[in-house]
């Protein structure tokens, strides 16, 4: 998993996530979760569909881009907004299973 700040302003940030499957099989759908470690909320997300609970986010794939081959990747990126800092998050899952650094 490679977390990416492409832009940061006064009180906002876009970002891109990118996510190898690793699993050993084919993906035919994905979720990748995270917290933020501070005041940040997801304002727009393309490539996927996020939800946010607290500092909760989970991102699951469209219609369009459920399958990941073995070895692929998916990629999508999201504007934010934030108060105070805007510290990266550590630790991502995919399908909950914690995904290693790329």
Not at 75 to 86: D, H, I, L
Request: net charge positive.
């Amino acid at each position: 998993m490679h977390y990416a700040v492409g832009s940061t302003w006064s009180d906002g940030f876009i970002a891109d996530v990118t996510v190898v499957n690793r699993t050993g099989t084919a993906l035919k759908s994905w979720v990748v979760g995270w917290s933020f470690p501070g005041n940040q909320r997801v304002t727009n997300l393309w490539n996927g569909i996020a939800t946010q609970t607290a500092q909760s986010v989970k991102v699951a794939n469209a219609a369009w881009n459920r399958g990941v081959p073995d070895g692929g990747t998916l990629t999508f990126g999201f504007q934010g907004v934030f108060s105070g800092a805007n510290p990266a998050p550590s630790a991502f899952t995919l399908n909950g299973i914690v995904c290693a650094p790329i």
